[in-house]
């Protein structure tokens, strides 16, 4: 069975807490739109930082069709993830069109996102990069 089929990835979605005991709160919300789509958006709170989600997803091809993953502490955007093609920058042809906005200059500044994919869950890889990489022991 795909990772993308719908009852897999309502599971995957509702038992983030679960999996991750770092997670205080979560708003995600899977929302089916017709037979096959369904939107997921919402936030997850860990700590002090919060994901906030928006996928738009095809079960009947089990792909992810577009998102945007937004990640704050304290109001202040950290980065942010989007598959808005940029094929004019050589530095992200590896992961293209997958990407990350990153500080300073954030709109601007954009690094491959090795870690995103169409093809397969992404919550998972950014809750625990999250965990990883700003949440301290």
């Given amino acids: 069975m795909s990772p993308l089929d719908f009852q897999t990835y309502n599971e995957l979605v509702y038992s983030l807490q679960d999996r991750y005991p770092r997670i205080q709160r979560s708003t995600l919300v899977l929302i089916p739109i017709g037979a096959t789509m369904a939107k997921l958006e919402g936030q997850v709170l860990l700590d002090d930082i919060i994901l906030d989600v928006w996928e738009l997803l095809d079960f009947d091809t089990g792909h992810i069709l577009n998102y945007s993953y937004e990640v704050y502490r304290g109001g202040e955007k950290l980065y942010w993830y989007d598959p808005f093609e940029h094929p004019h920058i050589p530095e992200l042809a590896s992961t293209h069109p997958h990407h990350r906005h990153v500080l300073p200059d954030i709109k601007h500044n954009r690094v ?20 990883r990489d700003l949440l301290s022991s």
């Fill in 112 to 131: 491959p996102a090795p870690g995103i994919s169409f093809d397969r869950p992404n919550l998972p890889f950014l809750i625990e990069e999250i965990e």
